[in-house]
């Protein structure tokens, strides 16, 4: 299956020339070097010209692209503007184009969640995996994900991610980016999951050739949380604001990179304490007490997550504190209806603006990472992983009916669970991970 295949770079190290006397007088069958080269670069020259006559453009970026960050000197970092030495913005841009540039991994090889691993499941169209992010920002380019790169960041390091099922989502498909971006000595083990395999809450990765741990802590309001966030059946959840989530918290000295995303849960049914009162509720009419909406709790718990993760101590050092947006969902019609979202190409620019709740809750997340990053004085890095406006121009990158196995087979039922929020693996959200790349590799 084309989608599954994973691109493989390949390196021969040129064999040395004999140092033997025979050498230079020896000419047998070598041509002379003069000569070699000039058949080389005509070669070279022609094949060049056969890739931009007969290939299309988006191959053409994907291949040129490490060539030209070379000679812009910025290959493995951040892409820099042009007389103004400055990080490339990546929180606007484009989709454009590119076949094959998001086909580079199996995820039934790398051990996803089922309902997000789209081709297994029968996903006709794969038409999704043919388009790459272009920042709009002039002279700068996100470069593919590089796995040797992103370990070599990391040596010796935890990276973990906090947060909802979107957290996990992009920590699946990191593990996902560096397997198949790695000779086999380097691939993946999975150390430690949830005793019920249909769980994906807590998962923890080694990579033991460089030392590096990936974690996904589940923690869908970053505090503690009871009700609704364990049990669908019950009408909402009981949020403490002024108590985080105990595993993630508990282990929190031990994260190097804590990449926090969160958001979704803080739009549904919720009553809000603070020191053992009611603080407010969040869409409960019937329950009496003040509607505080979800922006304050929401920053709350933002606020108290970071001054956890930048009061604590880092084994490695100074640690990076990635606060990730939301990346919305594309519900168009019933949860229940199977071509809720069906749309087969991304929204083109000016046709789909990032407004309402998703906007809400970017705005808190730099602000909060602004403030932060004022009041710690350094002791901690902080970034923005702003993944909004590129992920709400992507309504075909969710698995939708496909998070079930061949959905549409014979005696399937006619209404069923869909799934819009997610990503498919692979899909837009390893557009995520490049990004992160290129936040953890900057000057």
């Not at 002039?138 to 909802?164: N, S």
């Not at 009496?288 to 909406?293: K, P, V, Y």
């Not at 083109?348 to 970017?362: S, Y």
Request: hydrophobic letters at 35%.
């Amino acid at each position: 299956m084309g989608a599954c295949q994973t691109l493989h770079s390949h390196s021969q190290k040129p064999t040395p020339p004999s140092t033997s006397s025979s050498s230079s007088t020896n000419t047998g069958y070598f041509l002379r070097k003069t000569i070699g080269a000039w058949l080389a670069c005509g070669f070279l020259s022609l094949a060049l010209l056969h890739l931009l006559c007969c290939f299309p453009g988006g191959t053409k970026r994907v291949v040129f692209s490490p060539l030209l960050q070379y000679f812009n000197g910025t290959y493995s970092s951040v892409s820099s503007v042009p007389g103004g030495g400055q990080s490339c913005d990546y929180s606007e841009g484009q989709w454009v184009r590119a076949p094959g540039h998001a086909r580079r991994y199996n995820a039934t090889e790398c051990d996803v969640k089922e309902s997000e691993d789209c081709v297994r499941n029968g996903r006709p169209d794969t038409g999704y995996l043919d388009w790459r992010w272009q920042p709009a920002a002039p002279g700068c380019e996100l470069p593919a994900f590089d796995a040797a790169a992103f370990l070599a960041a990391v040596r010796g390091k935890h990276v973990a991610f906090v947060g909802d099922s979107m957290a996990r989502n992009q920590a699946e498909s990191l593990v996902c980016l560096l397997g198949a971006g790695s000779p086999v000595a380097f691939r993946p083990r999975l150390v430690y999951r949830d005793e019920d395999p249909g769980v994906f809450q807590f998962r923890r990765w080694a990579f033991p050739s460089h030392a590096v741990t990936v974690s996904v802590y589940w923690a869908p309001f970053l505090a503690r949380a009871t009700g609704r966030v364990d049990d669908y059946h019950l009408r909402y959840s009981s949020v403490y604001l002024d108590t985080l989530a105990e595993r993630w918290s508990a282990e929190a000295d031990t994260m190097d990179v804590a990449v926090v995303s969160a958001g979704h849960w803080f739009l549904k049914w919720a009553m809000f304490y603070n020191g053992g009162e009611v603080l407010g509720v969040h869409m409960l009419p019937e329950s009496n007490h003040t509607e505080i909406g979800f922006v304050t709790p929401f920053r709350e718990v933002i606020r108290r997550s970071v001054e956890r993760l930048v009061g604590g101590n880092a084994p490695g050092g100074a640690r990076t504190v990635v606060l990730a947006t939301l990346s919305p969902s594309h519900f168009e019609k019933a949860w229940d209806d199977p071509t809720t979202c069906a749309r087969r190409e991304p929204y083109k620019d000016g046709e789909k603006d990032v407004d309402g709740e998703a906007a809400e809750l970017r705005r808190v997340v730099e602000e909060e990472a602004s403030t932060a990053a004022v009041r710690n004085g350094g002791a901690a890095r902080i970034e923005v992983l702003d993944v909004t406006k590129l992920a709400t121009m992507r309504p075909d990158g969710h698995p939708g009916a496909y998070m079930h196995r061949d959905p549409f087979g014979p005696g399937k039922p006619e209404k069923m669970l869909n799934d819009c929020l997610h990503s498919c693996l692979p899909g837009p959200v390893d557009t995520f991970n490049e990004i992160l790349l290129q936040l953890l590799t900057k000057r």
